[in-house]
């Protein structure tokens, strides 16, 4: 018998990919948060670490692998189709080339930093998720979420930055701005996370399951194994 997706799994996965393309088009927009100087994807990225949560803690590591590679399946895609997109040549009668071309022309240099960023950090907030839950047995799940979104998002950070804008931007700027990124995506997490308990528990009650990733192999390639 085929395994079956459940509704909630298949809706968290759907507003995990939403949130990933969402915040990569939102980072072209600087924006201030108590005259702190981000990027307006940090309205939405945080929500894709919570969901990586939801999903390591109710289904496991597998599950969370697959939806991690297929939010950069479709990342890829949506970037893909808007290179191509902006190559073709605009209608004569068109103005707005220039602001499509700004949002949606993104420098390789970018892409490939956010995309590398994004699998280091999400593989790590799922791997730590599930060794902590083994290890606390099934305890304490605001620690841990609260611990294996630091850890994610410190990665994604780590990575992110000096590959977008090593050589671009001062080393001295480029610490602050990347330690300022990790406390406030991690705060989000803090400050949602009564709403990441109730879910969690909801969906535990509704799929009638509580997966302990015992005996698994923690590949972050075995896509089929699920």
Do not use: H
Not at 9 to 28: K, P, Q, R, S, Y
Not at 47 to 63: P, T
């Amino acid at each position: 018998m085929k395994e079956k997706v459940s509704v909630p799994f298949m809706l968290l996965g759907i507003l995990f990919n939403v949130c990933l393309i969402t915040a990569n088009l939102l980072e072209t927009k600087v924006i201030l948060v108590f005259d702190i100087t981000v990027t307006a994807g940090l309205l939405v990225f945080p929500v894709s670490y919570i969901i990586n949560d939801c999903i390591a803690e109710v289904w496991g590591f597998k599950k969370a692998r697959l939806i991690i590679w297929s939010g950069f399946a479709m990342n890829f895609f949506v970037v893909v189709a808007a290179r191509i997109a902006v190559a073709l040549p605009a209608a004569p009668f068109w103005e707005g080339e220039e602001g499509f071309n700004f949002v949606f022309g993104m420098a390789p240099r970018i892409v490939v930093a956010s995309l590398s960023a994004f699998l280091a950090g999400s593989f790590l907030n799922a791997y730590v998720m599930s060794k902590m839950k083994i290890a606390s047995r099934g305890k304490n799940f605001s620690v841990r979420a609260i611990c294996s979104t630091v850890v994610g998002e410190t990665a994604d950070s780590l990575i992110f930055f000096p590959l977008a804008f090593g050589g671009i931007i001062p080393v001295r700027e480029l610490l602050i701005i990347m330690g300022i990124q990790i406390i406030l995506k991690s705060l989000y997490e803090v400050l949602v996370l009564p709403v990441t308990i109730r879910v969690v528990k909801t969906i535990k009650k509704i799929e009638g399951t509580d997966v302990y990733d015992n005996d698994i192999s923690y590949s972050v390639l075995k896509i089929k194994d699920l």
